[in-house]
């Protein structure tokens, strides 16, 4: 989207623009939108850096879209999330789908999740790979994709950049949760 088409004049593109250019794409014989990640995200990489699988990044909301101009023209996650919910109405009336590039393999150090590993909580530690950098330094360095987190002697695995920290599917509380979250994200599993 954010490349697609603006219609609010922000040089960003948004998902209304998506939504009024649906009958364009139908002309052209596609009956799929494929978005690339929307959720509220870091900004390190294209929206690749998921910090909340649950919610629109208010960036893709338009202050022209009736939900933000009953908040009185302002875009927020509520809005942006309504915008998306009007363009996968409004998609579904035409026969078309809408497929989320949903990124399961990293998240964005923002992400609650890794904030919570990070802290040492016993139900998050293990969602991400974590090396001892002073007693491992050898393998558990900068050049091997780690990364040292604050004044800790620890590292996080992160193949994609220091700002998207790598899942650790090892872990069954991972698998579980990412499971949990297809059936509670914007997703059209559940549309």
């Known amino acids: 989207p ?16 998506v939504t009024e250019k649906l009958d364009y794409i139908h002309e052209l014989g596609a009956n799929v939108v494929w978005l690339n990640p929307i959720y509220k995200n870091s900004g ?34 509520a809005t942006a999330m309504a915008d998306y919910e009007s363009l996968l109405s409004a998609a579904h009336s035409r026969g078309m789908k809408v497929i989320m590039d949903l990124v399961l393999n990293h998240t964005s150090t923002a992400n609650n999740w890794f904030v919570s590993s990070a802290n040492l909580d016993d139900e998050y530690r293990g969602f991400y790979q974590w090396g001892n950098h002073e007693t491992d330094e050898g393998h558990i360095n900068q050049d091997n ?5 604050g ?3 620890y590292s996080y695995y992160a193949k994609f950049g220091s700002g998207m920290p790598e899942l650790n599917y090892s872990y069954s509380a991972t698998r579980e949760a990412v499971i949990c979250l297809l059936y509670t994200s914007p997703s059209p599993r559940d549309r």
């Open 44 to 77: 390190v990489d294209g929206g690749y850096d998921i910090s909340d699988y649950a919610l629109v990044d208010p960036k893709f909301g338009s202050k022209e879209s009736p939900a933000a101009k009953s908040n009185g023209g302002a875009v927020s996650e």
């Open 151 to 153: 004044d800790h002697a």
């Open 145 to 149: 994709y780690w990364y040292p987190y």
């Open 2 to 17: 954010k490349s697609f088409m603006d219609a609010n004049g922000d040089g960003i593109g948004d998902l209304r623009g």
